[in-house]
Each structure stands twice: as structure tokens, then as C-alpha cells.
């Protein structure tokens, strides 16, 4: 369900399989989410929507999981490439405000390496 790959001192991992993130696939995906926190702790995983047309709240709530356990041991989570439908999902809940979304997956990797050189 996830690709990942490497880009400077991040993660990029890419959703695919399904076009719908919802309770039948949820699960997967948190199990695959988690997994990649405890295998790389602290690190900075960038989350690629833009195959994704439709997110349910019970993938929501993997994502949220990820972002925390990333957070608490002094890591991060952002997402891309996010669809109107999506980002009206992340705006509506004010997660828009947490994942700091970016449309574009290149434009958003680098800048999120960048904030992480800036950052220290």
C-alpha cells in the first residue's frame, strides 16, 4: 500500500493500490505506517495523496497516529499532492493547519528538506 523512498533527510511514501483511503483499507495502511515509525524513529515522512480521491476519517486516524508517534520522538509528517476533495477534508477538520499540505510532490519534498536544513 505504501512505496517509500528516499529523498535527502526525508521519506516520500506514496499511497497506492487504492484511489479510496476508507475503513476497508485503513487498517493496512496504519499497520504499514506504524511499522515505518518503529523501524525509523524520529524521521520525516512526507505523505503522497495524489493517487488518493477519497479519505475517510478511520484513515484520517492512522495518519494522525503516524504524524504523533513521529512527532513525540522528534520527527514529522507532511502530505502532498492532495486532491480539492482531500484538502477540503484537511480544511475542514484544521488538519490543513498540522500537515502543512503541498500540491506538488517535488516542490513539497524539497521544501520540507529545506525546512529541516534551516531548522538545524
Known amino acids: 500500500m505504501l ?3 528516499r529523498f535527502g533527510k526525508i521519506a516520500i511514501a506514496t499511497v497506492t493500490e487504492a484511489p479510496r483511503l476508507d475503513a476497508t483499507n485503513a487498517e493496512p495502511l496504519g499497520s504499514q505506517l506504524s511499522e515505518y515509525c518503529m523501524q525509523y524513529p524520529g524521521s520525516h515522512l512526507l505523505l503522497d495523496l495524489h493517487q488518493i480521491e477519497y479519505l475517510s476519517s478511520a484513515a484520517i486516524t492512522q495518519i494522525i497516529k503516524a504524524y504523533r508517534e513521529l512527532e513525540k ?5 507532511r502530505v502532498c499532492g492532495v486532491n480539492p476533495y482531500v484538502a477540503d477534508v484537511f480544511h475542514v477538520t484544521n488538519l490543513d493547519t498540522i500537515f502543512h499540505s503541498m500540491e506538488d510532490v ?3 519534498a524539497c521544501q520540507y528538506n529545506e525546512d529541516l536544513q534551516t531548522a538545524g
Request: no cysteine; hydrophobic share 25%; charged share 20%.
Open 106 to 108: 517535488s516542490e513539497a
Open 73 to 77: 520522538q522528534g520527527g514529522g509528517l
Open 3 to 5: 512505496q517509500i523512498d
